[in-house]
């Protein structure tokens, strides 16, 4: 999955669509990730003794294939590029300005 956790994503396809945010979990066996404020779906707690009911809101998952990742050098949506580095790992990078999505590897 080229998608990963902290990375900013624009919706591409769904009834979000066009709307941006940050992935909060990647769920990799059922190629899927949740986005903060995307999907938003309403849980209803039925009443105890002890409470009262309620309404709970929260985030459902979205297929990893309605995300594209947001470059943050280019400020743009991205396909999701690949590059060997000479210690042999692989790194991520925006196939539109040939950057690092990768994090980790700018503070270096």
């Known amino acids: ?18 709307k941006t945010g940050k992935v ?38 979205i297929p990893a294939s309605n995300v594209m990742v947001v470059c943050p050098n280019c400020k743009k949506a991205t396909r999701v590029g690949y590059k060997k580095l000479e210690s042999g790992k692989k790194q991520r990078m925006c196939k539109k300005c040939n950057e690092t999505l990768d994090k980790s590897s700018t503070k270096k």
Request: aromatic residues 2%.
């Open 1 to 18: 999955m080229k998608v990963k956790m902290n990375d900013n994503v624009l919706v591409i396809a769904g009834k979000d669509r066009n």
């Open 24 to 61: 909060t979990r990647v769920l990799h066996k059922a190629d899927k990730v949740v986005v903060e404020k995307v999907n938003m779906r309403t849980k209803h707690i039925r009443k105890t003794q002890t409470g009262p009911g309620s309404k709970i809101q929260y985030e459902g998952a």
